[in-house]
Structure formats: structure tokens, C-alpha cells
């Protein structure tokens, strides 16, 4: 797996493209995709460890934004075209604001961007929102653990704001519902994404030209991906049974998850099933 520190411009699927000439391989992918505007930490997996991505999208993640107050886009960020435009944020202190932010940290589901990757009768919302088509979408359970104002800018209506949220909370989404909090109307004019989980972008590659001399110095340990899941140990028996899809004895462990390990080698990932450990993800040679 690589980290990887996202410029603006490229989207996440550019970069992917990119480990994959590196590194002369097809399976690779990412594991939370950034908008093309957006910066920062992106993890990227390459050849087995693709398998693990889902494990990775399950962590929090860390996000410093700005937002900018006066009107909504189409696409709730900087990208999109103008829409809804108000002024009375002009009488906004940063009491208010504070305010406003604990009211959106409470909201329990969010309406996603309708530019965004949600399926719309089996299509991206984007290719919708693209071709004029109206999208409605669904609200989603989200969970933001964390959200304050890092600055206030009352002249410039930019607000710096920091964010710790769970897998599948669009930040644009939050820049949106605070303008509304507000009684007023925004939009995310920056993001940078700085941690996910235990890692830290200060500790990824930059994605620069010279990206395909860093990169194979910069390849982490497959078994990063899945440091956060519980460590079960195989003795050589059930190592055996793991890599051929078979169950095994929980022995009382009662994690969902777990990552299953026979000494140093990363098997793959198991999921507790009627008491017994059922192999979700094998990754055999």
C-alpha cells in the first residue's frame, strides 16, 4: 500500500493511473476518493491488498476546509456554478457560527451533493446532474464526531473549519448545511484531507512528476491496511483451512472482524458468523 499526498487538479482515479504505469500492474485502486479540487492523504492499494480496500474506507478521517459564505453551487463546492445567493451572513459572528456547527454535527443523515458518486436508478448522480437532469437523492446516515470552527474572516465570509468524520460524509455537504444552519447560504471553497485512521499525510509520498522514482521506495506493508482489525493468530492447521475457505473455531472471541495472521503473514480478513470465524477476504498468492 502507498500514501500518497494529493495535489489539486488530478482526480484520485488519475493518480491510480498513475501507481499503475509505475509499478507495471492493473490492480490497483484507492480507498476514498478526494474530488478533483480537494488535496491531501490518499491510500492507495496495489496488487492483493486492492481486497483490503473496504477495510480502510471503514476509518475515520480527518479533513481541515474553508468555507465560503454568499451562495450555493451545483455542486456544493468551488467546481459547480453558482445558484442560491444571500447576504445575511454578513451579520454572522463566530458565536453563531459555533452554533450552527454543533447544530449540523448533530444531524444524524445528509443529503448528499447532487454531484456526487450515489446511484440514481443505476447511474452516477453526476452523469445526471451533468446532463441538466434534476437529482434527488436520498438522505444517508452520516456520523461526524468532530466539527469547530479553526477561523472567522467576517470581512471575506471564509470560515476555516476542521472535521473528524466516518465513511461517506461529504464534506461539501456539511459546508452546505451550515451556510443553511445560518439562515444564510454556502459552499466549500477548499479541502484537505489530513489523516485517515493512523495515518497521517505528513508521512505520504507527494504526488508530483517524480512519482514514479518515489513510489517503489514508499510501498508499506500490506498488513498496514488492516492494522486496526483484531490479530488472530493461525496455528499451521488453520492456516491451511483459512487459505482454502473454511471456518474456524472462534474460541470465544467475539470481534466481527479479524485480521488472520499464521506467524508474520497476513492471510487475510475473517468475519464472525454463528459463533464460528468464516473467511470474508483470502488473499492467496
Not at 436520498?138 to 473549519?161: E, H, K, N, Q, Y
Amino acid at each position: 500500500m502507498l500514501l500518497l499526498d494529493k495535489p489539486a487538479g488530478p482526480t484520485s482515479h488519475d493518480l491510480v493511473s498513475a501507481v499503475r504505469r509505475a509499478f507495471g500492474m492493473q490492480r490497483v485502486g484507492h480507498a476514498g476518493t478526494l474530488d478533483p479540487a480537494a488535496t491531501g492523504l490518499l491510500v492507495v492499494l496495489v496488487g492483493r491488498a486492492t481486497r483490503l480496500a473496504r477495510f480502510v474506507a471503514m476509518l475515520t478521517k480527518r479533513y481541515t476546509g474553508t468555507v465560503r459564505f454568499g451562495w450555493e453551487t451545483t455542486s456544493d463546492d468551488a467546481a459547480g456554478e453558482p445558484t442560491e445567493r444571500d447576504e445575511s451572513w454578513r451579520a454572522t459572528t463566530r458565536a453563531d457560527l459555533e452554533a450552527a456547527l454543533a447544530r449540523v454535527q448533530r444531524q444524524s443523515v445528509q443529503a448528499p451533493p447532487a454531484v456526487s458518486a450515489k446511484q440514481v436508478d443505476g447511474q452516477r448522480a453526476y452523469r445526471l446532474a451533468r446532463r441538466g437532469e434534476a437529482v434527488e437523492l436520498r438522505p444517508v446516515p452520516v456520523t461526524i464526531l468532530d466539527l469547530r470552527v479553526a477561523s472567522f474572516d467576517p470581512a471575506t465570509g471564509a470560515a476555516g473549519i476542521e472535521v473528524v468524520c466516518g465513511s461517506g460524509t461529504y464534506v461539501r455537504a456539511i459546508a452546505r448545511d451550515l451556510g443553511r444552519a445560518l439562515g444564510t447560504r454556502a459552499h466549500l471553497a477548499a479541502l484537505r484531507r489530513t489523516t485517515i485512521g493512523p495515518w497521517d499525510v505528513r508521512d505520504a509520498v507527494v504526488a508530483d512528476d517524480a512519482l514514479r522514482e518515489t513510489l517503489p521506495r514508499a510501498l508499506r506493508p500490506m498488513a498496514e491496511a488492516v492494522a486496526h482489525l483484531p490479530r488472530l493468530a493461525l496455528s499451521v492447521e488453520d492456516a491451511r483451512r483459512f487459505r482454502h475457505g473454511m471456518k474456524l473455531d472462534a474460541a470465544g472471541r467475539s470481534e466481527a472482524l479479524v485480521a488472520a495472521f499464521e506467524g508474520d503473514e497476513l492471510l487475510g480478513v475473517a468475519r464472525l458468523r454463528d459463533g464460528v470465524y468464516a473467511p470474508d477476504v483470502v488473499l492467496a498468492a
